[in-house]
């Protein structure tokens, strides 16, 4: 058996701690060269490539999944967002080239009949119902009157027929048409003969008289 001198066992583990002290000093060595390295990259292309693929992913990679390349020196990178507007204006879409048709105005037809006891008896009801037509026409877009007979209760009466006149006369303007009734020309017979006169030339705007007032 040989025997083991204790000062040589000594000697050889004296010689691994500094072994292992030039092995952690070469990986210090080497880890420091990286990080140097690596900071000046990061702050270079790399870092703006790094940078990319942190904050715009999409923008970083192709339809078909691989890194995009970065860019070259002098570039700036591009991105995906939209150039924002400098006019504080909002965005209006183009007017229609067709100008929508304007809301029609509802329009009104007055009407009125049997008023020969006001040209009979009294004529001041008689004024006061066309007097309040002329004042609101306007106002109620009134386009025309049709009265439907027996203006007067008795034709042969001169003085009906003047009530009736001058209350009609109040009308200013307004278009009117009466259809006659038996108070006023009699049956069978028809007489006009007092109608007419008064009334028969009245021709709406558009409009025509038959036989001096019949056709109304």
């Not at 060595?29 to 693929?53: D, K, P, Q, S, Y």
């Not at 008795?154 to 003047?162: D, K, P, T």
């Not at 020309?185 to 001096?212: C, H, I, K, L, Q």
Request: hydrophobic share 35%.
């Amino acid at each position: 058996m040989r025997r083991v001198d204790n000062r040589e066992v000594r000697r050889e583990q004296g010689r691994w701690p500094a072994r292992f002290a030039w092995l952690r000093a070469g990986l210090y060595l080497l880890f420091l060269t990286v990080a140097v390295m690596g900071g000046l990259w990061l702050n270079g292309e790399g870092g703006i490539w790094i940078r990319l693929l942190l904050t715009e992913p999409m923008a970083a990679l192709s339809t078909s999944g691989a890194v995009s390349p970065p860019p070259s020196e002098g570039s700036t990178a591009s991105t995906s967002q939209p150039e924002a507007s400098l006019s504080s204006e909002p965005e209006t879409s183009p007017p229609s080239a067709t100008k929508p048709p304007e809301e029609e105005k509802p329009f009104t037809f007055a009407w009125m009949s049997d008023t020969q006891l006001y040209s009979e008896s009294w004529p001041q009801i008689f004024r006061r119902m066309t007097g309040w037509l002329a004042e609101n026409r306007e106002k109620e877009n009134i386009q025309m009157l049709f009265h439907t007979g027996d203006v007067v209760n008795n034709r042969n009466s001169e003085a009906q027929w003047n009530n009736a006149v001058e209350a009609m006369s109040l009308l200013d303007g307004l278009p009117y048409l009466i259809a006659t009734g038996n108070h006023d020309v009699g049956t069978p017979t028809g007489d006009y003969s007092r109608f007419s006169p008064r009334f028969g030339a009245n021709v709406p705007p558009g409009g025509e008289t038959w036989e001096e007032g019949k056709g109304q």
